[in-house]
T-cell receptor, first 116, second 111 residues
Framework: GAVVSQHPSRVICKSGTSVKIECRSL??????MFWYRQFPKQSLMLMAT?????????EQGVEKDKFLINHASLTLSTLTVTSAHPEDSSFYIC????????????FGPGTRLLVL | GIQVEQSPPDLILQEGANSTLRCNFS?????LQWFHQNPWGQLINLFY???GTKQNGRLSATTVATERYSLLYISSSQTTDSGVYFC?????????????FGTGTRLLVSP
């Protein structure tokens, strides 16, 4: 149980295009989902927190107009990287907290984004 | 904000060896987690350990909250233990668990 999936697992796109990454909790409902970014050989950095049905909360230094987050249901959150540039190339990881278990996060397998 | 430092940054072991990974944090915390990130990037939670000691098979962890550090012990290491180990603590005064990850220890276990 407690599986989180991400799609796609990897994506290559041209500079200037937009890319959407999906995060799904497969066997539980998630009130809160988190998006992290990890550059090569670095740690995970929290980008934003999303709650179902409300606007996402972004961390300092993260551009909300560039990284659009939609948490449309209790099992799906999407991250759209708009007008992607090579410096946006990174490993994006989502996590989900089950309803009623705010101290627990289950992590997705990550999405590798390469912007050419 | 809270700072989380891990040591050593890199570790190479022969299969069968034991190791200790350390996590230091700069402020009081109400929880601490250890994760293993496998070579494909998947994060796996190893321990929730705000204080005391826990064991799970060849792994054990100890957190001394008053001294602001935690230790992860790996005994009889196997090649499948390779990857990056992170500790993470929740940022204080957040309604849900906004995690601050440590700098990581990259472990390579050779046959």
């Amino acid at each position: 149980g407690a599986v989180v999936s991400q799609h796609p697992s990897r994506v290559i796109c041209k500079s200037g295009t937009s890319v959407k990454i999906e995060c799904r909790s497969l066997d539980f409902q998630a009130t809160t989902m988190f998006w992290y970014r990890q550059f090569p050989k670095q740690s995970l950095m929290l980008m934003a927190t999303s709650n179902e049905g409300s606007k996402a909360t972004y961390e300092q230094g993260v551009e909300k107009d560039k990284f659009l987050i939609n948490h449309a249901s209790l099992t799906l959150s999407t991250l759209t990287v708009t007008s992607a540039h090579p410096e946006d190339s990174s490993f994006y990881i989502c996590s989900a907290s089950p309803v009623g278990l705010v101290e627990t996060q289950y992590f997705g397998p990550g999405t590798r984004l390469l912007v050419l | 904000g809270i700072q989380v430092e891990q040591s050593p940054p890199d570790l190479i072991l022969q299969e069968g060896a034991n190791s200790t990974l350390r996590c230091n944090f700069s402020d009081s915390v109400n929880n601490l987690q250890w994760f293993h990130q496998n070579p494909w990037g998947q994060l796996i939670n190893l321990f929730y350990i705000p204080s005391g000691t826990k064991q799970n098979g060849r792994l054990s962890a100890t957190t001394v909250a008053t001294e602001r550090y935690s230790l992860l012990y790996i005994s009889s290491s196997q090649t499948t233990d390779s990857g990056v180990y992170f500790c993470a603590v929740p940022r204080l005064n957040t309604g849900f668990q906004k995690l601050v990850f440590g700098t990581g220890t990259r472990l390579l276990v050779s046959p």
